[in-house]
């Protein structure tokens, strides 16, 4: 079974799309001079790899609808990778990261080509500066490439709403998970800590990942009443699902499959589901582990493995990948209920139910 995400040969379409945008840009700040080169190779970067996941699904949102292939849906589809691109550039300067995708995270990059160039002042507030800037001109790319894609305008105008709430409800559910990495866990019942960790993943990522892609391209097409409330149902499990096994990857994942660090989200202490259900699960002696090292940014390749020992023995890995499971199921029971969509694109988005949840990076 071939990959989903390369159906219509999707993927190296839509690389043709940014690439083809990024050098529009290129243009349009030539009169800036070479200063601002490092500013676009940032984004150029970024945007010549990864999964183009939310790309697929504006994709075949819009052929569920019986919308027609075309170079300007892609260039629709694309927007799609230039948003994550602002969230992941903005996402590594708040966990501090220093990788992604196998690469100096972008403030890393920026800090580099400071210090290489001798310049004045702090290269690390140099760094943080420059990603703030290119993340924020991938969030104002966006709105130029949704608007400019092609498609007709009225559809446009029908999807504008799930668009806007789309890139509001991501910038606050980063904020979300900001606030959670701040408030205390300690006392609390697993429930609470699990229903926290939840709905960070909801807003921070389920939507943005799954369903809000979806629904643009559905809602552009002219889907609406029962079938968009199914396609809404599919978008969040699975979104959920996703990221559930994302967060398993950031404990577990392999480095040279995942492009991160091994343990990388250990040492950023993140409080994923994954660690909620550690926490509840492990026996006293672990919990004091989870406790004393998590968060830790100079956590070695031991103190990784042991508590990846102790979240293994807590149980916590079994419940994840249960409720993984469960909620993939959901999705596709949601999509076969699915009224008067398109049958090859519903095929797709049924592949893609498994491409999203099984896999390893």
């Known amino acids: 079974m071939g990959n989903p995400l390369d159906a219509v040969d999707l993927r190296a379409r839509v690389q043709s799309a940014l690439d083809a945008f990024l050098d529009h840009q290129r243009t349009v700040l030539a009169e800036l001079g070479s200063d601002v080169d490092d500013l676009v190779a940032a984004v150029s970067t970024l945007a010549s790899g990864g999964k183009r996941i939310r790309a697929a699904f504006l994709y075949w949102g819009y052929r569920a609808g019986g919308g027609p292939d075309s170079d300007a849906l892609v260039r629709l589809a694309a927007a799609m990778e230039v948003f994550q691109a602002a969230a992941l550039i903005h996402d590594d300067v708040m966990d501090d990261s220093d990788v992604r995708r196998g690469m100096p995270a972008a403030h890393r990059t920026f800090a580099a080509r400071h210090r290489e160039r001798g310049w004045d002042g702090s290269a690390e507030r140099f760094g943080l500066s420059g990603a703030i800037l290119a993340g924020n001109l991938c969030l104002n790319w966006t709105e130029e490439l949704y608007a400019t894609c092609g498609l007709p305008g009225a559809e446009l105008a029908r999807a504008r709403r799930a ?143 042991a508590l990846r020992e102790v979240i293994v023995a807590s149980g916590a890995v079994d419940a994840v990948e249960k409720e993984i499971s469960v909620l993939a199921d959901r999705a596709r029971e949601a999509l076969a209920d699915a009224p008067g969509l398109d049958p090859e694109a519903t095929a797709v988005l049924a592949d893609l139910v498994r491409a999203t949840t099984d896999r390893s990076a």
Do not use: C, N
């Open 163 to 305: 668009f806007d709430t789309m890139r509001t409800q991501l910038m606050a559910g980063q904020f979300l998970d900001v606030v959670e990495s701040a408030r205390p866990w300690a006392g609390l019942p697993e429930a609470e800590r699990v229903a926290r960790a939840h709905r960070v993943i909801r807003y921070k990522s389920a939507k943005y990942t799954v369903e809000h892609p979806l629904l643009i391209g559905a809602t552009a097409a002219g889907v609406d009443g029962d079938a968009l409330a199914v396609l809404s149902r599919f978008g969040l499990d699975l979104g959920h699902a996703f990221q559930l096994r994302d967060d398993v990857l950031g404990v577990f994942g392999d480095p040279d499959t995942t492009g991160k660090p091994a343990g990388d989200d250990l040492r950023e202490g993140k409080r994923t589901v994954l660690v909620a259900h550690a926490l509840a699960g492990a026996d006293a002696p672990g919990r004091r582990l989870l406790t004393d090292l998590l968060g830790r940014p100079d956590l070695d390749t031991a103190q990784v493995a």
